[in-house]
């Protein structure tokens, strides 16, 4: 018995299967940016809708609610959801929180 051969193809699968594999665990360990923004909008949004809903459940106003996003920054939710959502908060279109944060009517 001489020794064990591998196909040439075995190899090149096993390389790239290599290659594949660190690619996630790099993805994994440094972060995808985009993806980790997008949850601390939504995490932000969500806390900030729990608080204002909790504070005012029929939806009056929503200017007194704050919440603190980017980390260290304090805004209003109606200047969060301008910002992040793309809505003016005019007179005519009322509050932009309150679409953002499902309550009725809105």
Known sequence: MKGV????NIL???AIAV???LGLVALYFI?????????AVESAKNNACRDYLHQNP?????AG???????????T?????NDYYGCSNTAAD?????????????
Do not use: H, K, M, W
């Open 5 to 8: 051969e591998l196909p040439i």
């Open 94 to 106: 009322e509050s932009c929180a309150r679409r953002v944060c499902g309550c009725p009517g809105y």
């Open 19 to 21: 290659i594949v594999l």
């Open 58 to 62: 029929v939806c009056n106003s929503a």
């Open 77 to 81: 939710l109606d200047q969060f959801t």
């Open 12 to 14: 090149v699968i096993v």
């Open 31 to 39: 972060g995808f940016n985009p993806f980790s923004v997008t949850t």
């Open 65 to 75: 609610v704050s919440l603190e996003y980017p980390a260290g920054t304090t805004t």
